[in-house]
């Protein structure tokens, strides 16, 4: 119930072409949706978030759509980047439950965008 | 500068021995929390604290033990009942009635000798 499923594994793109990155979860009571960046040996660094109140957002060159029926968010980096290469996380939490505080995450996708 | 320190970056465990990973933040922030990473697996909350002198066990407190007597600090210590310890572990923290949006430091990777 409080898992969060991520696809794919590992995703290779060209320079200017388009990331998707796919995460499922079950946990309907989940009503925040965090997406982190994290570069080999460091911490991860929070890229942006949706609630469920809205189907998309987006910062910049980064879009997480969100479909609430079907229990899945994704991540869209458009113009990837050499530098966008990383590992991606998706997490989750429910922001007004007892457990508040205990995110729970995707196992990650290591992005490399080719020059 | 504002920020989330941990220290070392790197710790070797004998077998048998207990160790502590330090963490302190300077954000002001009330709760903090530890995570465990391994490949493939994302990561696994270890223990987290959302005020000083109390913290709640995550989904992998065994093996693991932590105290949070003042605010800006939350060390762990890895015990050698943890008979898998080698990973990278990473300290967060995030501000009350905000705890969804959680800052992470640099992380310590720890090893077995």
């Known amino acids: 119930q409080q898992q969060v499923k991520q696809s794919p594994q590992s995703l290779i793109v060209q320079k200017g072409g388009i990331s998707i990155i796919n995460c499922a979860y079950e946990n309907t009571a989940f009503d925040y949706f965090p997406w982190y960046q994290q570069f080999p040996g460091k911490g991860p660094a929070l890229l942006i978030a949706?609630?469920?109140?809205?189907s998309e957002k987006k910062e910049g060159r980064f879009t997480i759509s969100f479909n609430k029926s079907a229990k899945q968010f994704s991540l869209h980096i458009m113009d990837s980047q050499p530098g966008d290469s990383a590992t991606y996380f998706c997490?989750?939490?429910?922001?007004?439950?007892?457990?508040?505080?205990?995110?729970?995450f995707g196992q990650g996708t290591i992005l490399t965008v080719h020059p | 500068d504002g920020g989330i320190t941990q220290s070392p970056k790197y710790l070797f465990r004998k077998e048998g021995q207990n160790v502590t990973l330090s963490c302190e933040q300077n954000l002001n922030h009330d709760a903090m929390y530890w995570y465990r990473q391994d490949p493939g697996q994302g990561l696994r909350l270890i223990y987290y604290?959302?005020?000083?002198?109390?913290?709640q066990k995550g989904d992998i407190a065994e093996g693991y033990s932590v105290s949070r007597e003042k605010k800006e600090s939350f060390p762990l210590t890895v015990t050698s009942a943890q008979k898998n310890p080698t990973a990278f572990y990473l300290c967060a923290s995030s501000m009350s009635g905000r705890l969804e949006t959680q800052y992470f430091g640099p992380g310590t990777r720890l090893l077995v000798l």
């Open positions: 604290s959302q005020i000083v002198n109390d913290f």
């Open positions: 949706i609630r469920p109140d809205v």
């Open positions: 997490a989750a939490i429910n922001a007004g439950g007892t457990s508040y505080g205990k995110l729970t």
